[in-house]
């Protein structure tokens, strides 16, 4: 940015009165790093200032004052954006990785409540299904001693005391042997859920 407006701190920094050079630059609003017809800052002035005490003073009113040469003002001073850069990268990856750590957490522990209500779901079929194995079990050997119909109660009726009246008949026999394997599955379901849970 070239300045024509500013040419007391010029003037005053070319020659060398500092004292007033520092006045002015306690003024907030000043354009410390303006640049002149000669395509010079305030920095570049007092460069050429001879050395001397009030060189060495000016300079470091200027440096506090963030003071740049020409050649400066313009350039975006690479390492500090550099580390910018590197600084912000570093803040994002670590935020990733907060935010990994987090949700594997998260995950980890649904995974373990999925596990868990898939051992309860399958205990629960265990439970149930031993129960109706069970249950079929009792009633088929109730049944073996248990015969449906009528028995004979004397002698004279045409069979056994105590037989029954359809122990000939083939559906009679089917019902028996259907019963026995009911009764013998039943009790290896029941002995292979005792087998597989224990």
Partial sequence: M??????????????????????????ESLEINAINIQNE????????????????????WLIEAGAKNARNVEKIDEASELRRTVSDIKHNVQAQLSENAKTNKRVTGICKELQKLHREAIQNTINSVTMVATLIASIAFIAIFNFPGQYFQDVNSGGDIGEAQIAKLTGFRVFCLLNATVLFSSLAVVVMQITLVA
Avoid: N, R, W
């Fill in 2 to 27: 070239l300045c024509f407006d500013l040419p007391s701190l010029f003037y005053l920094t070319g020659h060398y009165c500092f004292q007033m050079v520092q006045l002015l630059l306690s003024y």
């Fill in 41 to 60: 800052t305030t920095m570049d002035l007092a460069d050429k200032v001879p050395y001397g005490e009030s060189k060495t003073e000016i300079i470091e």
